[in-house]
T-cell receptor
C-alpha cells in the first residue's frame, strides 16, 4: 500500500483554463475528502464522499468546482475557468469510517500545488 | 474567522527546550486531532483525543483535551530539530460530522 496518491503534484495554468486533479485513496478506505490550503493557513474543507456519494460540500466550492468519485474509488476535482484566487495546494485525504463522531484517522496525500497565472 | 484558533502562530526555540502550542474554540468538539505538516507534503496525524480531560503521550509529545472539549494543547519536551514543522489542530463538531475543520497552524522551528 502506497498511501494516498495525488496527480499531478504541480500544475501551472493560465487564468480561464480548466484543470482536473486526481486522487487515489488507500484502497480499503470508504471516505474521501478534498481540502484546499493557502500559504500560512490550515487546510479548508471543500467536500467529502462516502463511497460514491458526495455527502457535504463547503460554501467555498463555487459552481466552478466539481468533484466526483464515480465508482467509490478514485476521485477527481475539476476547476473550470480558473482564477488567480484559485492558486493553492489541493489536498486529498481518505479514511475508513463506519459511524459518526470523527474518530477515524485521515490519511493525506502530498497535494497538488496549483498556480494560476 | 477560524473555528479553531491556534497560538502562537510561530515559535522558534533551541534544541532541548520545551514548548506548548494551544488550540482554542468557543465550539464543543466530538473529537480533536493534531497533525504535523512539512513543506510540500500533506498533514500527518499525530493523535486523536475524544474525551474531555483526556491526556495522551506520544514519546516526548503530550496532548491534552480540555474538560469542556473546546480546547487542546500540545506540549513538546526537550525539542529536537526533527520536531520542526507546522502543527495543526483539527476537530469535528457534533453537528458537522465528516467536516474536519483545521486551525491555521503553529510553525515550530527547532534549531540545533
Amino acid at each position: 500500500d502506497t498511501g494516498v496518491s495525488q496527480d499531478p503534484r504541480h500544475k501551472i495554468t493560465k487564468r480561464g483554463q480548466n484543470v482536473t486533479f486526481r486522487c487515489d485513496p488507500i484502497s480499503e478506505h470508504n471516505r474521501l475528502y478534498w481540502y484546499r490550503q493557502t500559504l500560512g493557513q490550515g487546510p479548508e474543507f471543500l467536500t467529502y464522499f462516502q463511497n460514491e456519494a458526495q455527502l457535504e460540500k463547503s460554501r467555498l466550492l463555487s459552481d466552478r468546482f466539481s468533484a466526483e468519485r464515480p465508482k467509490g474509488s478514485f476521485s477527481t476535482l475539476e476547476i473550470q475557468r480558473t482564477e488567480q484566487g484559485d492558486s493553492a495546494m489541493y489536498l486529498c485525504a481518505s479514511s475508513f469510517g463506519s459511524g459518526g463522531g470523527g474518530r477515524e484517522k485521515l490519511f493525506f496525500g502530498s497535494g497538488t500545488q496549483l498556480s494560476v497565472l | 474567522t477560524q473555528l479553531l484558533e491556534q497560538s502562537p502562530q510561530f515559535l522558534s526555540i533551541q534544541e532541548g527546550e520545551n514548548l506548548t502550542v494551544y488550540c482554542n474554540s468557543s465550539s464543543v468538539f466530538s473529537s480533536l486531532q493534531w497533525y504535523r505538516q512539512e513543506p510540500g507534503e500533506g498533514p500527518v496525524l499525530l493523535v486523536t483525543v475524544v474525551t474531555g480531560g483526556e491526556v495522551k503521550k506520544l514519546k516526548r509529545l503530550t496532548f491534552q483535551f480540555g474538560d469542556a472539549r473546546k480546547d487542546s494543547s500540545l506540549h513538546i519536551t526537550a525539542a529536537q530539530p526533527g520536531d520542526t514543522g507546522l502543527y495543526l489542530c483539527a476537530g469535528m463538531t457534533t453537528d458537522s460530522w465528516g467536516k474536519l475543520q483545521f486551525g491555521a497552524g503553529t510553525q515550530v522551528v527547532v534549531t540545533p
